[in-house]
């Protein structure tokens, strides 16, 4: 009754100065939210789920305050990819500062124009894919997500998209929260890319809910930016239909405390779905990845690639989970997540699950944490390679794995060098 009681008056503190916006459907499905929250309450360290993550910071009534950034010469992540670039500041749409969303050769529409329309595609999205990614484990920071956000767009596709469409989030003010909620659909056949980038604000909650049709092509690969002191949540729930393909990479360097959520259903035969993430941090530096993959089609693939790099006292989670459920026969699962910890004060929590319900399946984890291998550091270091370098070598081999579930090798280029930039900054 007291944890009820905490978590009440917690949530009634989130959520002063907030309303639910919105008279059409876009309304209702907020409000729908609005009373889901309200039974759920937020999140608490006692949870099941958020044991070895503290909420506190990201469920307190403000923000704590959080230092601007200065990234010095160094260019945006995805800055030279050809992509359409749509730019938030603080978690606010900038139209000034973003490219003309029509040069995607998709629909994009900002949330705030489609509450008008009564018969709109994101009616089936909006708030649906949000709503069963609740079980069987709440997501309370989705649903505030999904009953506040006011920031965000609708995106179709239904062809191969003509460019990428690339997310760059600005943190200006040191005070700022957002709430940013994007809604996607590829329809039969369809290809699309999302970039993301930046730190968007001194705490950002954001959802993106991906319908994935049948045999349709989804590409996502994000950098989080190295802001030190920035909060995030983010949630990914997405739905894949048969013969399609799902796949999401993200890289985190610095950050305060990161929760990354991805919650995939592969409810068509012969679907794909590959989820993989590279952290790296230290000192305050706390990362948490939690995946939930759901297996329901038949013959269906999925991959969970995640690895950790910390030092000087950051910690990881990882908190995996594939779910197959009956009659989803031939699926194929694996999942992996390591740490390389760079010294005897940073730590790696890890909680692999499998729950199978049926009998023809190829299903594995594995998690480990370890420190660099001695004898391939020795190795370099006999052929004239500084101490330092070496390492960074090996760590970047370490991290190969992860960065090479992106399939644009542009896109993959990008993230090597930027976390060989963060590597040479620590070599100092």
């Given at each position: 009754m007291a944890l009820a009681q905490a978590k009440s008056d917690a949530l009634a503190a989130r959520l002063d100065g907030l309303a639910v916006g919105g008279s059409g459907w876009l309304g209702a499905a907020r409000r729908d939210a609005a009373s889901r929250l309200a039974a759920m309450g937020?999140?608490?360290?006692?949870?099941?789920?958020?044991?070895?993550?503290?909420?506190?910071?990201l469920t307190q009534a403000a923000p704590m305050p959080a230092a601007l950034f200065d990234a010095g010469d160094e260019a945006p992540a995805f800055?030279?990819?050809?992509?359409?670039?749509?730019v938030f500041v603080d978690g606010v749409f900038d139209a000034a500062q973003s490219d003309d969303p029509a040069l995607a050769g998709v629909e994009i529409t900002h949330l705030s124009k489609a509450d008008?329309?009564?018969?709109?595609?994101?009616?089936?999205?909006?708030?649906?894919?949000?709503?069963?990614g609740q079980t069987p484990v709440h997501r309370p920071l989705a649903t505030l997500n999904t009953?506040?956000?006011?920031?965000?767009?609708?995106?179709?596709?239904?062809?191969?998209?003509?460019?990428?469409?690339?997310f760059t989030y600005l943190h200006r003010a040191e005070h700022s929260d957002a709430l940013i909620h994007h809604c996607i659909k590829l329809e039969k056949g369809a290809e699309l890319t999302i970039l993301e980038n930046g730190p968007a604000a001194a705490r950002i909650t954001s959802v993106m809910e991906v319908e994935v049709a049948d045999t349709a092509r989804f590409h996502h690969i994000r950098a989080q930016g190295r802001d030190h002191e920035r909060r995030a949540a983010t949630h990914v729930f997405s739905r894949v239909g048969a013969g399609a393909l799902f796949k999401s990479f993200t890289l985190t360097a610095n950050g305060c405390l990161t929760r990354n959520e991805q919650i995939v259903e592969l409810v068509g035969n012969d679907g794909v779905a590959h989820v993989a993430g590279a952290a790296v941090g230290d000192g305050t530096f706390h990362h948490d990845d939690t995946v939930f993959m759901t297996h329901e089609g038949q013959r269906c693939e999925s991959r969970q690639v995640f690895k950790k790099v910390l030092m000087n006292g950051a910690v990881g989670v990882f908190q995996g989970k594939i779910l197959v459920k009956q009659g989803a026969q031939k699926t194929d699962g694996y999942q992996i997540s390591q740490s390389l910890?760079?010294?005897?004060?940073?730590?790696?929590?890890?909680?692999?699950?499998?729950?199978i319900y049926a009998d023809d399946v190829k299903c594995s984890h594995g998690s480990t944490s370890g420190a660099i291998d001695d004898t391939a550091l020795f190795y370099l270091q006999s052929r004239g390679v500084p101490k330092r370098v070496a390492q960074s070598l090996l760590v970047l081999a370490f991290l190969a794995?992860?960065?090479?579930?992106?399939?644009d090798e542009a896109i993959a280029e990008d993230i090597r060098s930027r976390l060989e930039g963060w590597l040479q900054r620590h070599e100092h």
């Open positions: 937020l999140p608490n360290k006692r949870d099941e789920y958020w044991r070895y993550t503290d909420p506190a910071s800055d030279g990819i050809d992509a359409v670039k749509l008008g329309v009564d018969i709109h595609w994101a009616r089936e999205v909006y708030g649906v894919l949000e709503t069963r009953a506040y956000a006011a920031e965000g767009f609708l995106i179709r596709a239904t062809a191969k998209a003509a460019k990428p469409v690339s910890l760079l010294d005897g004060d940073s730590q790696f929590l890890a909680k692999p699950e499998l729950e794995e992860a960065i090479g579930e992106i399939e």
